[in-house]
């Protein structure tokens, strides 16, 4: 009984959390991504053409901190292959002090994942990292919402690879298509 209590609490969460965002796939999200350590506003036009997962974390979720070096292997791959493909760790409304601390100590062994800061979670909320965390958006080449997911855990991670790959090889395959049009 006890179980079922916390499974139906679990699933109220998570509901109320996607409901929450007020972005959902096809639409056309804000175009910030965070702010880099450097400063640097990242957005996802300068992306364009490419597949791009945001994922938003904090130091404080023990999931989201065990996802990063999966994020940043599955990057490093990419890059390896030549797939267009780029992650976004969004650091999601932690201080100033903890995500530069944070993304030194991450890019010594995580050196391919980009990392970008949302010091007031104002570039979480549409996807609804207000109400829960870890939020995963992927985006499609044309910077549309392709897959949105909020307040996941490893039980979603077979599908959200699959999300992913299928992105990927869509997004791979249309400069092959343009070629031979021509």
Not at 67 to 90: F, K, M, S, Y
Not at 115 to 123: H, K, Y
Not at 136 to 162: C, N
Request: charged share 15%; hydrophobic share 45%.
């Amino acid at each position: 009984m006890r179980r079922m209590a916390v499974l139906f609490a679990c699933l109220l969460t998570c509901t109320s959390a996607l409901a929450a965002s007020t972005l959902q796939p096809g639409n056309t999200p804000p175009d910030a991504l965070g702010v880099t350590r450097d400063g640097t506003h990242l957005t996802l036009s300068s992306m364009r053409g490419k597949v791009v997962v945001a994922s938003f974390w904090a130091t404080w979720c023990g999931y989201c901190m065990k996802e990063l070096p999966t994020l940043a292997n599955i990057q490093q791959l990419a890059t390896q292959r030549h797939l267009p493909l780029q992650i976004v760790a969004v650091n999601d409304q932690e201080s100033r002090e903890i995500f530069v601390r944070t993304t030194r100590n991450m890019h010594r062994i995580l050196p391919s994942l980009v990392m970008t800061w949302d010091a007031d979670g104002s570039t979480g909320k549409p996807y609804g990292s207000n109400e829960s965390i870890p939020v995963m958006v992927m985006f499609r080449p044309d910077g549309t919402i392709a897959h949105l997911h909020v307040g996941y855990d490893e039980s979603a991670l077979d599908e959200i690879l699959g999300e992913i790959n299928s992105l990927v090889a869509q997004a791979a395959a249309q400069p092959a298509q343009a070629m031979a049009a021509h």
